[in-house]
């Protein structure tokens, strides 16, 4: 018997949580704490077949090496030099320092967490429960955005069965020359899932207007605009460090989203048939991950150096400041509950 998933509402909030580390700052500490969380909650939330997204994180992978390699190469600048390049060689002529390797490093790590914060998201929010949840005026956006989603593990398993196939007929690919055996059915595959995707929702009306809606009102539009800007200026405040005008703005912007994108009794109705449940895993999951997001809020309002770390131009240790080390703990707990 299949457990029931967990609300999406959780999820939302756990990413958000893992999410934090990884996009303002590069301190190894509670950097490598947020990768360990979201490795120990995407290994516990195994499934079957994870080829989809397997692929995607070994191209991260790749990416996340190819980027530290290039600061190595690009960034001529600290005091631990460890080998040096002609000065005559263009770009990379140099000096190579243990301080840009370190830097790449770390930002390898960055991007290697938000890849598995995103691949635990994706095998198992439960999408059509988000689309339950989010207002009527934003069902269109939000198929649209699962469709994309869900079309990058569908990509991925799609590559490695053409490739299995094509070297049972004994195919072998020796470089870039010969990918057209792999990209042909990797395009026309594409196109034939795409447009019947277009035929099973044109099929269903989507995206066609049931009534004449009036005019969205000057306030709504005001409201609106507002809170996307607000939004937009909240996240620039959580990337630089200020928590303090992060913790004003995006609550506001919140409401302000809330209150101007809500649907009236002219607009478009979703029948719904199933009402979501928040369980108790949820309460623990979203609770543990509510705890963490305020203590990063609190630490960039309060101590925005504990997420903050430079080994440019002189290798210094890193600061530890163990309350946020502490909250990232918390970030484990979807990987003991299923």
Same mark, same amino acid.
């Given at each position: @018997?299949?457990?029931?998933? #967990?609300?999406?509402?959780?999820?939302?909030?756990?990413?958000?949580?893992?999410?934090?580390?990884?996009?303002?700052?590069?301190?190894?500490?509670?950097?490598?704490?947020?990768?360990?969380?979201?490795?120990?909650?995407?290994?516990?939330?195994?499934?079957?077949?994870?080829?989809?997204?397997?692929?995607?994180?070994?191209?991260?992978? #790749?990416?996340?090496?190819?980027?530290?390699?290039?600061?190595?190469?690009?960034?001529?600048?600290?005091?631990?030099?460890?080998?040096?390049?002609?000065?005559?060689?263009? #770009?990379?002529?140099?000096?190579?320092?243990?301080?840009?390797?370190?830097?790449?490093?770390?930002?390898?790590?960055?991007?290697?967490?938000?890849?598995?914060?995103?691949?635990?998201?994706?095998?198992?929010?439960?999408?059509?429960?988000?689309?339950?949840?989010?207002?009527?005026?934003?069902?269109?956006?939000?198929?649209?955005?699962?469709?994309?989603?869900?079309?990058?593990?569908?990509?991925?398993?799609?590559?490695?069965?053409?490739?299995?196939?094509?070297?049972?007929?004994?195919?072998?690919?020796?470089?870039?020359?010969?990918?057209?055996?792999?990209?042909?059915?990797?395009?026309?595959?594409?196109?034939?899932?795409?447009?019947? *995707?277009?035929?099973?929702?044109?099929? $269903?009306?989507?995206?066609?207007?049931?009534?004449?809606?009036?005019?969205?009102?000057?306030?709504?539009?005001?409201?609106?605009?507002?809170?996307?800007?607000?939004?937009?200026?909240?996240?620039?405040?959580?990337?630089?460090?200020?928590?303090?005008?992060?913790?004003?703005?995006?609550?506001?912007?919140?409401?302000?989203?809330?209150?101007?994108?809500?649907?009236?009794?002219?607009?478009? $109705? $979703?029948?719904?048939?199933?009402?979501?449940?928040?369980?108790? $895993?949820?309460?623990?999951?979203?609770?543990?991950?509510?705890?963490?997001? @305020?203590?990063?809020?609190?630490?960039?309002?309060?101590?925005?150096?504990?997420?903050?770390?430079?080994?440019?131009?002189?290798?210094?240790?890193?600061?530890?400041?163990?309350?946020?080390?502490?909250?990232?703990?918390?970030? *484990?707990?979807?990987?003991?509950?299923?």
């Amino acid at each position: @018997m299949t457990a029931r998933a #967990i609300d999406p509402r959780a999820w939302l909030v756990w990413l958000a949580a893992v999410s934090v580390p990884a996009l303002v700052g590069r301190n190894p500490f509670p950097l490598l704490a947020a990768f360990l969380a979201a490795f120990g909650v995407w290994a516990g939330w195994q499934h079957e077949d994870r080829r989809g997204w397997g692929g995607v994180l070994r191209l991260g992978i #790749i990416l996340a090496a190819a980027g530290a390699l290039f600061n190595v190469l690009t960034a001529h600048v600290g005091d631990l030099v460890f080998a040096r390049l002609p000065d005559d060689w263009p #770009i990379i002529g140099g000096v190579l320092t243990v301080n840009a390797l370190t830097y790449g490093l770390l930002s390898g790590l960055a991007i290697l967490t938000l890849l598995l914060a995103g691949a635990t998201i994706g095998e198992n929010l439960d999408w059509t429960g988000l689309l339950r949840l989010l207002p009527d005026r934003f069902a269109a956006v939000a198929v649209a955005t699962s469709v994309a989603w869900a079309l990058i593990p569908q990509t991925t398993r799609a590559i490695t069965e053409i490739r299995e196939a094509q070297a049972a007929r004994g195919y072998r690919p020796r470089g870039p020359r010969d990918a057209g055996p792999l990209l042909l059915p990797l395009l026309s595959g594409s196109l034939e899932r795409s447009l019947t *995707l277009a035929e099973a929702l044109e099929s $269903r009306a989507f995206g066609a207007p049931l009534r004449e809606e009036p005019p969205a009102s000057g306030w709504r539009t005001a409201g609106l605009a507002a809170g996307i800007g607000l939004a937009t200026f909240g996240a620039y405040a959580v990337a630089l460090g200020n928590g303090m005008i992060a913790a004003i703005a995006l609550p506001v912007a919140s409401l302000l989203l809330w209150f101007s994108t809500r649907t009236t009794g002219d607009g478009p $109705r $979703r029948t719904r048939y199933r009402q979501p449940i928040w369980d108790r $895993r949820a309460t623990l999951i979203a609770g543990a991950s509510m705890i963490c997001l @305020m203590v990063e809020t609190a630490t960039l309002s309060t101590a925005p150096w504990a997420f903050v770390w430079e080994p440019y131009p002189t290798m210094t240790l890193p600061a530890v400041y163990l309350p946020l080390l502490a909250s990232c703990g918390l970030l *484990l707990v979807p990987a003991f509950i299923r």
